[in-house]
């Protein structure tokens, strides 16, 4: 049984940082890219960023780019998002997602197999 699992999120201050954590079982983790998405309140989930089954290969939202860093431990079948200078529109669930797909990191959410119950991120002004 496949299982991805966040933590790290919080409430937080403007400014501020955090890191989340999306921890995977079940599954050969190093053939998978993994995307984190959010979803804010009365919104549609959205891309947030991605990195590849290539470490190095990684994809930002125009949002976050900059701000916002994936990476990924494979030996731990584990990926972060370390979430820094952080604003109030940042607030929202955040949800890791897990892909088979080789090539360009998917941004939309049909792409991705399996999905986390989600991590809630709020940043207060």
């Known amino acids: 049984q496949v299982q991805l699992v966040e933590s790290g999120g919080g ?3 403007a400014g501020d940082s955090l890191r989340l954590s999306c921890a995977a079982s079940g599954l050969t983790f190093s053939n ?3 995307a984190w ?3 804010a309140p009365g919104k549609e989930r959205d891309f947030v960023g991605g990195i ?3 470490p190095s290969i990684s994809r930002y939202a125009d949002s976050v780019s ?3 860093f994936i990476s990924r431990d494979d030996a731990k079948n584990t990926v ?3 979430m820094n200078s952080l604003k109030p529109e940042d607030t929202g669930v955040y949800y890791c997602a897990a892909s088979r797909a080789w090539g360009a990191i998917r941004s939309e959410g049909p792409w991705y197999d399996y999905w ?3 991590t809630q991120a709020t940043v207060s002004s």
């Open 32 to 34: 998978y890219h993994i």
């Open 116 to 118: 986390g119950q989600g």
């Open 11 to 13: 409430l937080v201050q």
């Open 80 to 82: 972060y998002l370390q």
């Open 52 to 54: 590849s089954q290539n």
């Open 37 to 39: 998405f959010r979803q």
């Open 66 to 68: 900059g701000r916002f």
